[in-house]
């Protein structure tokens, strides 16, 4: 499998369409500032638990690894990722065209998101 | 952070509530023979536990593996450790239906160890779907949605005469309704995972069967077995549509509701067969949607129904659209060279044969339970010979210990989503909560979603008349019309309302049957009166909301023995 580190919607969307044909699963995460650490707490909470269980995806997979902004573009409810993609909050983790995905809290349970990637 | 002997997992936490504490206690004591207890746990070698309210359990075992040093013993929050010695599970469920999900949900709230075992059986003509059972992928929730896209098709048609303009005849197109209610029955099928895995219940995507009363044996679609032992199990493996037996091309080309919601393109031109509220309600959204629509009925409609609101029913849905085939039943089915079906049928009433070719047959005759495969026999779990549901008490036990049953696999039940879901919580809460508590099968309201919905709680008045003889009750009743009907012009001839109660003193309300849009909201809050023995006097002091259709239940006064027009007008 392999990793594709975007920022923002239009990014997002073209590397999506570059896997086209793989299992794709992306992690949303609020932006990260100079230290590297995200304004969404739950972000920080769930990004060491997801990519601690990538290793469970099936091998043709891509995950991207998306930012979706900042604070205050997230917020805006016509943003193009809740617009677009139905996200409702960050983190989110999903398995892209499908109806399966993690919202928050969820992210933070091991089991849940190993679920995601192994679970047809 | 486990270990495994003799076979069990026995794995570990550090937030045990009182409760599960002892239930720790109680059966960790087998496990204890082998195991040493650190003295700062102020226990002694193999057998009293230390469980204080710091409810933190530290065990060390004399051959432990390398490494492994103090485990603690978890589960869920207020959870529990390993099942009772000799099973696997304290509870295992055969079914991840309606009944069956609500059941393990429930029982594992108490700390439980519970497993899941579902597995769908592809319908003869290859669909299949995920967790959650009959109501979430081939019945409620999918019929109720595409109840929805045909009430929306009348609401546009409505709409020119409330002043929208909106070009007719408008057109529909069935896959992509098709694809946002499979889309979002894939969504349940995942949330249903979800919540059981953050539960701690188990799921096996296996068809199970008993080796033995606390022996399960799980089978994969490839053959591959897994064993499962369990000192509770619970039947809840539901329904399947049955197809008609001595009508050749039945089963090859025929389809039922298990394929309609997962047909990709349009069925077309279709024929339902069957007089159940399945084929009804089916080929009401049929119809709705704007396709060619027949429903084939060998005899009464809703059978066990109110046979006058039954009637009114079909009444509508004809004025509405579909075409009825009354008193005829299907002799042969055939391919013919465009893909299109023949179906020839007796027409009882005439004694003739007819003919016709359809898109789509789709067979609504009736559900079967599919205990064959579960291997009753084997531990002597009885069932009814007719049926072959499983016979159960008020306790929804079985005749073998330890075994239970709940949902549309049972006998003498209400085939419905709340009652079993009830059943399954209240079992759970008998086995594991200390509760005594059984469930209750009277009054249930229901509503029919054919295009005019009919909702119903209580007795029929047949039933009435059966139980208590025509002189002791009363029936009030109203034809109404709907406010919204006025305007858009709309026939509201079947739009009617009926109230059963008894004769004497009191009064109390046997049954409330309403036709009309929205019946199921209507009749809900009327169900809890019912179930507090309401009374026709009680309710004529109820105040109506105005403007609804369902005031109209607070005003109903003309009787049938009166023999007075039963026609009600606005205001």
Same mark, same amino acid.
């Given at each position: 499998?392999?990793?594709?580190?975007?920022?923002?919607?239009?990014?997002?969307?073209?590397?999506?369409?570059?896997?086209?044909?793989?299992?794709?699963?992306? !992690?949303?995460?609020?932006?990260?500032?100079?230290?590297?650490?995200?304004?969404?707490?739950?972000?920080?909470?769930?990004?060491?638990?997801?990519?601690?269980?990538?290793?469970?995806?099936?091998?043709?997979?891509?995950?991207?690894?998306?930012?979706?902004?900042?604070?205050?573009?997230?917020?805006?409810?016509?943003?193009?990722?809740?617009?677009?993609?139905?996200?409702?909050?960050?983190?989110?983790?999903?398995?892209?065209?499908?109806?399966?995905? %993690?919202?928050?809290?969820?992210?933070?349970?091991?089991?849940?998101?190993?679920?995601?990637?192994?679970?047809? | 952070?486990g *270990?495994t002997h003799s076979s069990l997992l026995i794995s570990v936490s550090?937030?045990l509530n009182d409760q599960a504490c002892e239930n720790v206690q109680e059966r960790a004591e087998w496990h204890y023979t082998d195991?040493?207890?650190?003295?700062?746990?102020?226990?002694?070698?193999?057998?009293?536990l230390?469980c204080?309210?710091?409810?933190?359990?530290?065990?060390?075992?004399?051959?432990?593996?390398?490494?492994?040093?103090?485990?603690?013993f978890t589960g869920p929050?207020g959870g529990t450790a390993a099942a009772t010695g000799k099973n696997e599970y304290d509870l295992l469920v055969i079914g991840g239906?309606?009944g069956g999900l609500a059941c393990a949900k429930e029982a594992a709230q108490f700390g439980r160890k519970v497993a899941v075992l579902d597995?769908?059986?592809?319908?003869?003509?290859?669909?299949?779907?995920?967790? @959650?059972?009959?109501?979430?992928?081939?019945?409620?929730?999918?019929?109720?949605?595409?109840?929805?896209?045909?009430? %929306?098709?009348?609401?546009?048609?409505?709409?020119?005469?409330?002043?929208?303009?909106?070009?007719?005849?408008?057109?529909?197109?069935?896959?992509?309704?098709?694809?946002?209610?499979?889309?979002?029955?894939?969504?349940?099928?995942?949330?249903?995972?979800?919540?059981l895995?953050?539960k701690k219940v188990k799921y096996f995507?296996l *068809?199970g069967s008993f080796s033995d009363s606390h022996t399960i044996r799980g089978?994969?679609?490839?053959?591959?077995e897994t064993i499962v032992t369990a000192e509770n199990i619970v039947i809840a493996t539901?329904?399947?549509?049955?197809?008609?037996?001595?009508?050749?091309?039945?089963?090859?080309?025929?389809?039922?509701?298990?394929?309609?919601?997962?047909? *990709?393109?349009?069925?077309?031109?279709?024929?339902?067969?069957?007089?159940?509220?399945?084929?009804?309600?089916?080929?009401?959204?049929?119809?709705?949607?704007?396709?060619?629509?027949?429903?084939?009925?060998?005899?009464?409609?809703?059978?066990?129904?109110?046979?006058?609101?039954?009637?009114?029913?079909?009444?509508?849905?004809?004025?509405?659209?579909?075409?009825?085939?009354?008193?005829?039943?299907?002799?042969?089915?055939?391919?013919?060279?465009?893909?299109?079906?023949?179906?020839?049928? *007796?027409?009882?009433?005439?004694?003739?044969?007819?003919?016709?070719?359809?898109?789509?047959?789709?067979?609504?005759?009736?559900?079967?339970?599919?205990?064959?495969?579960l291997n009753l026999?084997t531990v002597g779990v009885k069932?009814?010979?007719?049926?072959?549901?499983i016979?159960v008490d008020?306790s929804e036990a079985t005749s073998v210990p330890h075994i239970y049953a709940v949902g549309?696999i049972t006998?003498?039940?209400?085939?419905?989503?709340?009652?079993?879901?009830?059943a399954g919580k209240l079992l759970a809460q008998r086995l594991f909560g200390q509760s005594s508590e059984l469930m209750?099968?009277?009054?249930?309201?229901?509503?029919?979603?054919?295009?005019?919905?009919?909702?119903?709680?209580?007795?029929?008045?047949?039933?009435?008349?059966?139980?208590? @003889?025509?002189?002791? /009750?009363?029936?009030?009743?109203?034809?109404?019309?709907?406010?919204?009907?006025?305007?858009?012009?709309?026939?509201?001839?079947?739009?009617?309302?009926?109230?059963?109660?008894?004769?004497?003193?009191?009064?109390? /309300?046997? @049954?409330?049957?309403?036709?009309?849009?929205?019946?199921?909201?209507?009749?809900?809050?009327?169900?809890?009166?019912?179930?507090?023995?309401?009374?026709?006097?009680? !309710?004529?002091?109820?105040?109506?909301?105005?403007?609804?259709?369902?005031?109209?239940?607070?005003?109903?006064?003309?009787?049938?023995?009166?023999?007075?027009?039963?026609?009600?007008?606005?205001?």
């Open positions: 499998w392999e990793e594709k580190q975007v920022r923002g919607y239009p990014e997002f969307v073209q590397t999506g369409r570059s896997a086209h044909g793989r299992p794709i699963f992306a !992690l949303f995460c609020g932006d990260k500032d100079a230290e590297g650490r995200s304004w969404c707490p739950d972000c920080v909470t769930a990004e060491p638990v997801v990519r601690k269980e990538l290793h469970n995806m099936p091998d043709e997979s891509v995950f991207i690894y998306c930012l979706v902004g900042d604070r205050a573009y997230w917020k805006d409810p016509n943003n193009e990722f809740r617009k677009n993609l139905k996200l409702t909050g960050v983190p989110t983790l999903l398995k892209y065209g499908t109806p399966q995905k %993690l919202v928050e809290e969820e992210c933070f349970k091991a089991e849940l998101v190993r679920m995601l990637f192994t679970e047809d | 952070m *270990k550090t937030r195991f040493v207890l650190s003295p700062e746990d102020g226990g002694s070698d193999g057998k009293a230390a204080g309210p710091a409810q933190c359990f530290i065990v060390s075992c004399e051959t432990q593996p390398e490494g492994w040093r103090h485990p603690s929050a239906g309606s597995y769908v059986e592809p319908s003869p003509q290859g669909t299949k779907w995920g967790l @959650g059972g009959t109501c979430v992928n081939v019945g409620c929730i999918p019929k109720k949605l595409m109840h929805q896209a045909a009430l %929306l098709g009348s609401a546009l048609k409505d709409a020119q005469h409330y002043g929208w303009n909106i070009a007719q005849p408008v057109h529909h197109t069935w896959s992509v309704m098709a694809q946002a209610v499979q889309n979002y029955v894939k969504s349940l099928n995942w949330g249903h995972r979800v919540q895995q953050d995507n *068809k089978l994969t679609k490839a053959g591959k539901g329904g399947r549509p049955k197809y008609p037996t001595h009508v050749a091309g039945a089963l090859e080309y025929g389809i039922t509701s298990d394929d309609l919601f997962w047909l *990709k393109e349009s069925p077309g031109k279709t024929l339902v067969v069957g007089a159940s509220y399945v084929s009804l309600e089916c080929a009401g959204f049929l119809t709705g949607i704007g396709l060619d629509t027949t429903v084939m009925m060998r005899s009464i409609p809703l059978r066990g129904f109110d046979q006058q609101m039954a009637s009114l029913v079909t009444e509508h849905m004809e004025s509405y659209g579909t075409k009825f085939l009354k008193r005829c039943f299907p002799t042969t089915v055939e391919k013919l060279e465009n893909n299109r079906l023949q179906v020839t049928w *007796k027409n009882t009433d005439l004694g003739t044969e007819e003919t016709d070719s359809f898109d789509t047959v789709m067979w609504a005759v009736g559900r079967a339970p599919d205990t064959e495969t026999e069932t009814n010979s007719e049926t072959g549901k016979i008020a549309d006998e003498g039940r209400p085939e419905l989503t709340p009652t079993a879901i009830a209750d099968y009277d009054n249930v309201p229901t509503t029919v979603f054919t295009p005019l919905e009919y909702g119903c709680v209580g007795l029929s008045e047949e039933a009435a008349v059966q139980c208590y @003889g025509s002189d002791n /009750i009363e029936v009030y009743h109203a034809y109404y019309k709907p406010l919204e009907f006025t305007v858009a012009e709309r026939d509201a001839s079947q739009c009617y309302m009926k109230m059963v109660c008894l004769r004497e003193r009191e009064q109390r /309300i046997l @049954g409330l049957h309403f036709i009309g849009p929205n019946a199921g909201e209507v009749i809900q809050g009327f169900a809890l009166g019912i179930k507090c023995g309401a009374t026709y006097p009680q !309710l004529m002091k109820t105040i109506g909301i105005h403007p609804t259709c369902a005031e109209e239940i607070t005003k109903l006064h003309i009787t049938k023995r009166s023999g007075l027009d039963a026609t009600v007008t606005g205001c």
